[in-house]
Each structure stands twice: as C-alpha cells, then as structure tokens.
C-alpha cells in the first residue's frame, strides 16, 4: 500500500505561481511512478504530468508544457509540482497518484494509478 497527503493548492492570480506537494508513504517507494492529474470544474480528469519511477521519464501534457515542473525529493518521499505563469483555465481540483512498476510511458486518465492523494484545489483569478 500507498499513501499520499497533499499539500499546496490555493487562490493565485494570473501569472502567479504554486506548488503542489506529495508525501509518500508505505511500501515499495522506491519502485513507485508518479502522476499529477487535475479536473476542471465540469470537466475530465486530465494527467498533466507524470514521473517515472526510476526518474528518467517525465511527461507533460501540452497544456502546461514549459509552465509546470514536476521533480521528486531523493528519497522518493515527496513530490511537487511546480506550476508557473498561472492561467485562469488551469484552476480545477489536482490529484497525485501513484503505482508501482513501469509507468509514465504515457499521459491516462488514471486508470493506471492505483494510489491517489486527496486532492487540493487550485483558483486561478483576478
């Protein structure tokens, strides 16, 4: 098992920036691949981005390509997300997740994660 706490999250303005943490826990660490998923209000839930576990794979989705970054302590026990130059259409409610084994070979839906975070919310405005 997994456990994620998240931490993070808030009201910014455009342009603005936050980070998102992650504190892992439980067994297998060390063999875990990370994602951060968001959901817009009324919307899907989307995969922005997603670390593998040995650290030589990362993804992001297009729409924050160059804008978010996604890095992970040495120890594997937590996990940001680094969001920059903020966009009104990034607000929504962000999820990290979790799974072990070979992972982040693509952006999902999250049907690939077995261990979720409880989610924090993230307002982009004026």
């Known amino acids: 098992q997994l456990q994620l706490v998240q931490s993070g999250g808030g009201l910014v303005q455009p342009g603005g920036s936050l980070r998102l943490s992650c504190a892992v826990s439980?067994?297998?660490?060390?063999?875990?691949?990370i994602g951060w998923f968001r959901q817009a209000p009324g919307g899907d839930r989307e995969e922005v981005s997603c670390?593998?576990?040995?650290?030589?794979?990362?993804m992001y989705a297009d729409s924050v390509k160059d804008r978010f970054a996604i890095s992970r302590e040495e120890d594997k026990r937590t996990v940001y997300l680094q969001m920059n130059n903020l966009r009104p259409e990034d607000t929504g409610a962000y999820y990290c997740a979790a799974s072990r084994g070979r992972g982040c070979l693509r952006l999902t839906r999250g049907e690939v994660y077995n261990f979720w975070g409880q989610g924090t919310q993230v307002i982009v405005s004026l």
């Open positions: 670390l593998s576990a040995d650290g030589e794979r990362i």
């Open positions: 439980g067994s297998g660490i060390e063999y875990a691949y």
